[in-house]
């Protein structure tokens, strides 16, 4: 008796209309699990946006029991700085003029330990007339911004624009911050030639005789020193404060408290630097470890620097954060004018040499322009960490006064993605809103400069910055490298863009 074969065997062949309600059933859970997936997202970014505004309300809460508590009745906390007179707003060239007035977020995550060293409640500074007499501020006004191209370039820079959406560029606000300390006759600003038209524009109370044009950029130290050997023979007693243009800064009050206690150490011939309290692990910032407390009953916050510390890697900087010890180096710096030179004369003499041979002819306009271009080439390029901070630490002369308030250096899109608001699901605008549209898309920022309308489906964390002549596509997450594409237009001959 013989078998058939498998092969012999006819073959089962599914009914058609099994196979299609298979194909339906799948296609069903495709779709269901692409639903479902698309709702999980939203919900998480809706999550995070609650979370976040949870952060802020509770620092916020904090920060209020702070100052209830440790500065209810110090005059001047409470009172609001008197408003620069016959300032006016100057939007960006580079931005819709329609941009709205709003509030910004503060950054959403907080790393900060208290310190060990039994500073954690800071002491309120009492000045009660806010102005400081021979107090001197000098606002440096340099650099391109290249990691904020194409929105900052090199003829307008970021100290030049809105990035708030406040109606004032950065270096109106650095003006607006400083002057209850001071004076429009003591704020001097030191700028290159391609800068001076537009400060002045935007800062029309600033004095002809008191902005500094360097010729070229030489960093830090020689244009903080240009300032200081000017100001020294204009006044010999001068105490000066150096604060850059295009930095950001959140609670006035302890700003102020913290520039008013700096300027009595320096009155104590210290070179003096303010260390800000660090919100994250930053490998972005240089680090100021703090030493023993100066015990100066007029600054009861001072201590001396220990070591200035250079950019850190992420575990360094989580180890630093971890210790307590230490702040984050604005590189902002109070000192005598004359204190200040005497530190060159000692530690980069050639430079104190050539910067006091110039402002000994600074308000002789034929002299002055001979001796800038025979002189000025001749400088040594270095930031004043370098030059005189540093080593001046090392013999136990530079001074720290830890500080409370909110900083942030806009250093790229993603720090700046931060000082903006947000919807929830919804990527940071600086613009007109109604030139973006979004649909499922968390994170980034997006910055609508040519007018064309920008549409995003499902990307996040992304930059754009879309201006009418150039269109840039990052992430976040490297938003640092943008100056490397700065680098390669320049290469490629597109000067002209940067």
């Known amino acids: 008796m013989s078998f058939p074969s498998a092969s012999d065997a006819p073959m089962a062949v599914p009914h058609p209309d099994t196979v299609e309600a298979m194909f339906h059933q799948i296609m069903h859970a495709v779709h269901k699990s692409h639903r479902d997936i698309s709702e999980l997202r939203q919900e998480c970014a809706e999550l995070r946006m609650a979370n976040a505004s949870l952060e802020r309300q509770v620092r916020e809460g904090l920060q209020y029991n702070f100052m209830y508590n440790s500065r209810n009745g110090t005059p001047g906390f409470m009172t609001p700085a008197p408003p620069s007179p016959q300032l006016r707003p100057k939007l960006s060239p580079f931005l819709n003029q329609s941009i709205p007035s709003i509030t910004t977020s503060t950054p959403d995550s907080v790393y900060y330990r208290p310190s060990p060293l039994g500073d954690n409640t800071l002491t309120a500074f009492p000045f009660g007339n806010r102005d400081i007499p021979g107090f001197y501020v000098v606002i440096p006004a340099g650099g391109a911004g290249t990691r904020l191209w ?40 030191v700028a290159g030639p391609a800068h001076v038209k537009s400060i002045c524009e935007q800062l029309p109370d600033l004095l002809h005789n008191n902005i500094f044009c360097e010729p070229g950029p030489k960093d830090s130290m020689a244009a903080i020193g240009l300032a200081a050997a000017v100001l020294a023979l204009r006044d010999p007693d001068a105490v000066i404060g150096s604060f850059a243009a295009d930095h950001m800064i ?42 023993d407390k100066l015990g100066i009953k007029e600054a009861p916050n001072a201590r001396l620097v220990s070591s200035f510390k ?167 997450a490297r938003s640092q490298e943008v100056k490397r594409l700065v680098k390669r237009a320049r290469e490629a001959g597109w000067k002209q863009l940067l």
């Open 250 to 291: 959140s609670g006035d009050d302890a700003f102020l408290s913290a520039v008013a206690e700096a300027v009595e150490v320096a009155r104590k011939d210290y070179l003096v630097t303010i260390g800000i309290a660090p919100s994250h692990p930053s490998t972005g910032f240089g680090y100021v470890r703090l030493g």
């Open 310 to 476: 250079e950019k850190p890697d992420a575990r360094t900087a989580a180890q630093y954060i971890g210790t307590g010890a230490y702040r984050w180096n604005a590189g902002m710096f109070v000192t005598k004018a004359t204190v200040l030179l005497d530190l060159l004369k000692e530690y980069k003499p050639e430079l104190a040499e050539g910067l006091i041979k110039i402002a000994a002819v600074w308000d002789d306009d034929v002299q002055r322009e001979a001796v800038l271009s025979e002189v000025w080439p001749t400088l040594e390029k270095i930031p004043i960490d370098n030059a005189v901070a540093e080593p001046a630490a090392a013999e136990g002369r530079v001074a720290v006064v830890p500080a409370t308030f909110g900083w942030d250096d806009v250093g790229d899109f993603s720090s700046l993605a931060d000082l903006l608001p947000a919807e929830a699901n919804q990527p940071r605008i600086l613009g007109d809103s109604h030139l973006v549209l979004t649909e499922q898309v968390a994170g980034g920022i997006v910055v609508p400069g040519s007018g064309r309308l920008i549409a995003c489906l499902g990307v996040d964390d992304l930059v754009i910055v879309d201006m009418p002549d150039t269109l840039l596509v990052t992430t976040r």
């Open 150 to 189: 194409p929105l900052s370039r090199e003829g307008h820079p970021k100290f030049l624009l809105d990035v708030t959406l406040k109606g004032r560029s950065l270096i109106q606000a650095t003006w607006d911050r400083l002057l209850p300390l001071t004076s429009a006759a003591r704020t001097t600003v």
